[in-house]
């Protein structure tokens, strides 16, 4: 979720000077059951990035997903990059570049913000926002991310707000607040 979230910031901050997030602990507390949440953490079957993100945009939103990534990069700003099939190789929090063919068994689909690019001997690297603690960025080379199955989605239309029946805060990571909580302490703060 914080992949379409992001990407939709990116996309508001673009045409504003002053931008809100979605309160995704508010949206996660009022759309998921905790079952439902943890069949999308843990058995990944949390649903397509891009049908969340087209979901959080304001009406009649075009959203693009074929062409040139380098050059939609350049007209519409950051992207999700849906669908990235984690490897054990991308597991490993000291790493945060990834080149060539992931390696290791598949662990599961995941999503982030393509939020930059830049070549270097003829080569294409990407550089991916994610959102755990301890591997915030990773680069990967353009064989890594075709051979990974991600796709792109960026947003054409400009983006002026966020649609009025979301919440919204202005505080950065909102929903972390609550994470790394003892129990009791985490279940106060989602009932505030």
């Given at each position: 979720m914080h992949g379409p979230a992001m990407v939709q910031h990116y996309a508001l901050a673009h045409n504003n000077h002053s931008v809100p997030m979605i309160d995704l602990l508010k949206f996660i507390k009022e759309h998921f059951t905790a079952k439902q949440l943890e069949k999308h953490i843990f058995d990944n079957e949390g649903g397509d990035s891009s049908t969340f993100l087209k979901s959080i945009l304001q009406p009649n939103t075009t959203l693009i997903s074929t062409g040139d990534p380098i050059l939609n990069f350049r007209d519409f700003g950051p992207a999700l990059v849906a669908k990235f099939e984690v490897h054990k190789d991308f597991m490993k929090a000291s790493v945060h570049h990834h080149y060539g063919k992931p390696k290791g068994e598949?662990?599961?689909?995941?999503?982030?913000?393509m939020v930059g690019h830049r070549f270097d001997n003829d080569t294409s690297y990407f550089l991916l926002q994610n959102w755990w603690e301890k591997k915030q960025f990773v680069e990967v080379d353009a064989d890594y991310l075709k051979a990974s199955g991600a796709y792109f989605t960026f947003i054409e239309t400009p983006q002026t707000s966020i649609p009025d029946k979301f919440s919204y805060t202005y505080g950065k990571?909102?929903?972390l607040e609550a994470v790394d909580k003892p129990e009791g302490q985490a279940n106060e703060m989602a009932s505030e």
């Open positions: 598949f662990v599961g689909h995941h999503a982030m913000a990571y909102h929903e």
